[in-house]
């Protein structure tokens, strides 16, 4: 049990490390968690919510996002570079991963506000959690809040786009179906998950 909840804190630091700004990752109970466990962070200082605040808007059929998991991912000079991108099965054995987000703002709502997650779901469409305290269990997940400029010059019409990179420690998951979910200002689209696999081991010859 040790174990699980020091490598789950782990995982906590270093999402929140790697999220590329102006994105705080949002992750207060693994956050807590964490910092019962001893483990220091520049963001695990107790500044956080106790829940992600999502604003409605009626831009959802407007907004496009594009996700792809990785081997690494990280957001410079305003664009994603992909490393080992493009899978979608992993395992039996845990390994580090990354997923790179690009989303695509309308011009009419630039400079607003919008709120963002992406939660791990299974099979059966369940927040996958994982014990972080005694008596426990806090859900995988990351957002946060981001707001869209718009740049000098820029035609009239044409979208915004906010790029964001997280990338994980290994999680321990189960063989199974799952995939990550994006939610945008409290609402989802088909289109904007990440399935993927994790196999189970070769039984012993």
């Given at each position: 049990?040790?174990?699980?909840?020091?490598?789950?804190?782990?995982?906590?630091?270093?999402?929140?490390?790697?999220?590329?700004?102006?994105?705080?990752?949002?992750?207060?109970?693994?956050?807590r968690?964490?910092?019962?466990?001893?483990?220091?962070?520049?963001?695990?200082?107790?500044?956080?919510?106790?829940?992600?605040q999502y604003?409605?808007?009626?831009?959802?059929?407007?907004?496009?996002?594009?996700m792809?998991?990785?081997?690494?991912?990280?957001?410079?000079?305003?664009?994603?570079?992909?490393?080992?991108?493009?899978?979608?099965q992993?395992?039996?054995?845990?390994?580090a991963?990354?997923?790179?987000?690009?989303?695509?703002?309308?011009?009419?709502r630039?400079?607003?506000?919008?709120?963002?997650?992406?939660?791990?779901?299974?099979?059966?469409?369940?927040?996958?959690?994982?014990?972080?305290?005694?008596?426990?269990?806090?859900?995988?997940?990351?957002?946060?809040?981001?707001?869209?400029?718009?740049?000098?010059?820029?035609?009239?019409?044409?979208?915004?786009?906010?790029?964001?990179?997280?990338?994980?420690t290994?999680?321990?998951?189960?063989?199974?179906?799952?995939?990550?979910?994006?939610?945008?200002?409290?609402?989802?689209?088909?289109?904007?998950?990440?399935?993927?696999?994790?196999?189970?081991?070769?039984p012993?010859?």
């Amino acid at each position: 049990m040790a174990d699980r909840q020091l490598l789950v804190a782990r995982v906590v630091a270093e999402t929140r490390r790697r999220l590329a700004p102006p994105v705080l990752a949002r992750i207060p109970d693994l956050a807590r968690a964490a910092s019962r466990l001893g483990l220091s962070h520049p963001l695990l200082d107790g500044n956080y919510r106790s829940t992600i605040q999502y604003r409605r808007c009626d831009c959802l059929h407007t907004v496009k996002a594009t996700m792809l998991l990785a081997d690494y991912a990280v957001v410079s000079d305003g664009k994603l570079t992909i490393v080992g991108g493009g899978w979608s099965q992993t395992g039996p054995e845990p390994a580090a991963f990354g997923i790179g987000l690009l989303i695509q703002v309308p011009w009419d709502r630039a400079n607003t506000v919008h709120s963002f997650s992406v939660e791990l779901l299974d099979a059966d469409g369940g927040a996958v959690a994982f014990e972080a305290d005694e008596d426990e269990d806090h859900a995988v997940a990351f957002g946060g809040e981001f707001e869209v400029g718009r740049p000098p010059g820029l035609k009239p019409g044409t979208p915004l786009d906010f790029p964001v990179a997280v990338n994980s420690t290994p999680l321990p998951l189960e063989p199974g179906r799952y995939e990550w979910r994006l939610t945008i200002d409290g609402d989802s689209r088909e289109d904007w998950t990440l399935p993927f696999t994790v196999r189970a081991a070769e039984p012993p010859q």
